[in-house]
Each structure stands twice: as structure tokens, then as C-alpha cells.
């Protein structure tokens, strides 16, 4: 099963690399440009018997490895 | 309006980050997790008169800045 898990910093958190692409950005001529936020996603292929075991494992794996919980909120989808 | 853009690695091209993962998975219990690719997504408000007016901007800033489309490609989803 196809699993996508969605890391973004919970709100709060400063976004260093967000502000530093905005600056980038407004300097390249897109001063209107505003609240960056920069995250990433982790796609990967999972065994599982059905969507609700797959989104369970993936949660375990944010837990453990994929999100810093301290400063990161994370969303999974499941296919 | 609110725009995000999403950067993922062309396929073909070696995913370094995605494959140390993978190998963290699987010592850490999940040995069935395969293709993991990480990627990553920026998101940001933008002023514009309408959706595809934001596409369209966005699209300008993924070539100049947001990603490496020489290795990377994107996906703009304006809202």
C-alpha cells in the first residue's frame, strides 16, 4: 500500500528555512509573497493488510523516526 | 491566496535521504517498507486576482528558486 506522510512545524515554531525563502523570494520580485512554511513528505510502499493497519504503522514510524513531535505535526494518507 | 507547492526528485534519480529512511525503517522492525522517497513541500500566501493567476506565479518561482528542475519536479496546487 502506497503511503504518503506529510511533516510540516507545528504553528509557532519559526520557520528558519521559510524565512529565508521568503526573503529570496521577495528579492527576486514577489514582495506580496508571505508566511513560507517549508515541509516535506516521505512516500513509501507498505504491506499491509488494509488502509487502517497501513495508516497505524506509518504512525508508529512518525513517532519513532519520520517527525520530530517536540516542534513537528504530521499527516498521513494511506491509498 | 494560499498556494503549495510540492518538489519531489525526478524518478530515476538516486533519492540519498529517501534511501538512509529506508534503511532506518527496516532496522528499526519494518523490513516490508520499499521506494521511500522523500520530498518536500513549500507553502505560502501569495496575492493574486484569481487561481490560475497564482498557478502561474508559482510556476515562475519553482523555475527561478523552489526547485531544481534540472533533478526535481513540482506540483502547484492553489486554493
Known amino acids: 500500500m502506497k503511503v504518503v506522510v506529510h511533516v510540516v512545524l507545528k504553528p509557532g515554531v519559526l520557520d528558519v528555512q521559510g524565512k529565508a525563502v521568503e526573503a529570496a523570494l521577495h528579492g527576486l520580485g514577489w514582495p506580496g509573497v508571505a508566511d513560507v512554511r517549508v515541509g516535506r ?35 498521513i494518507d494511506a491509498e
Open 41 to 75: 513528505t516521505i512516500e513509501f510502499d507498505l504491506p499491509a493488510a488494509d488502509k487502517a493497519a497501513a495508516e497505524a504503522e506509518a504512525r508508529a514510524m512518525c513517532e519513532k523516526l519520520l517527525a520530530n513531535t517536540v516542534i513537528e505535526s504530521y499527516r
